[in-house]
């Protein structure tokens, strides 16, 4: 199957500061990639889509200006949380579709913690 | 719009049987995936049904109705280890997903 890395796996950092996020798909290309953001006990929810070469489509309520995707190759996307605040302490996963089934493979995620 | 319900949770015993019910309504549906989420981890892939009918893969199997909006999962020989989140997730461009079946096996 089709493997996806995320790096870091864990970071702690203080509010106002970035955090950048990486999502790799390590043997295969990936020209759309998934953030999600998962909160302790709810449901995976889709924060953007990441297209390869062009600008990401972001679901409503998720703001473009704070979560910056860039997806400049077609292995890697990156999620940066800009400022962090307390409130954007989450889990979140990347993902990317593969396969005849287009089967999304996620990331082993990155629990982010902001103090 | 999309809206998946299933049980947020169901306890059963280890060697027993347990389905999980999942229904949903989205559009531009193509497909419905369970996968399986340990605490703290991402989810893993277990199924994908497109068509109607059942899909047997070792203890788990997945069952579809797309003129029901009706999925579940199987699981069979319940080991401890199953205790786990398991989500459905209606296909569309991206996943939607539900808000899980917190699964908890008792010996």
């Known amino acids: 199957g089709a493997v996806v890395s995320q790096h870091p796996s864990r970071v702690i950092c203080k509010s106002g500061t970035s955090v950048k996020i990486e999502c790799r798909s390590l043997d295969f290309q990936a020209t759309t990639m998934f953030w999600y953001r998962q909160f302790p006990k709810k449901s995976l929810m889709l924060m953007a889509t990441s297209n390869e070469g062009s600008k990401a489509t972001y679901e409503q309520g998720v703001e473009k200006d704070k979560f910056l995707i860039n997806h400049a190759s077609l292995t890697l996307s990156t999620l940066t949380v800009t400022s962090a605040h307390p409130e954007d302490s989450s889990f979140y996963i990347c993902s990317a579709r593969f396969g005849p089934a287009d089967e999304q493979f996620f990331g082993p995620g990155t629990r982010l913690t902001v103090l | ?107």
């Open chain 2, 1 to 107: 719009g999309q809206n998946i319900d299933q049980p947020t949770e169901m306890t059963a015993t280890e060697g027993a049987i347990v389905q999980i019910n999942c229904t949903y309504q989205t559009s531009g549906f193509n497909g419905l995936f369970w996968y399986q989420q340990h605490a703290g981890e991402a989810p893993t892939f277990l199924s994908y049904n497109v068509l109607d009918g059942l899909e047997e893969k070792g203890r788990f199997s997945s069952f579809l109705s797309r003129s029901k909006g009706y999925s579940y999962l199987l699981l069979k020989e319940l080991q401890m280890k199953d205790s786990a989140s398991y989500l459905c997730a209606a296909s569309g461009y991206a996943l939607n997903f539900g808000k899980g079946t917190s699964l908890l096996v008792t010996p």
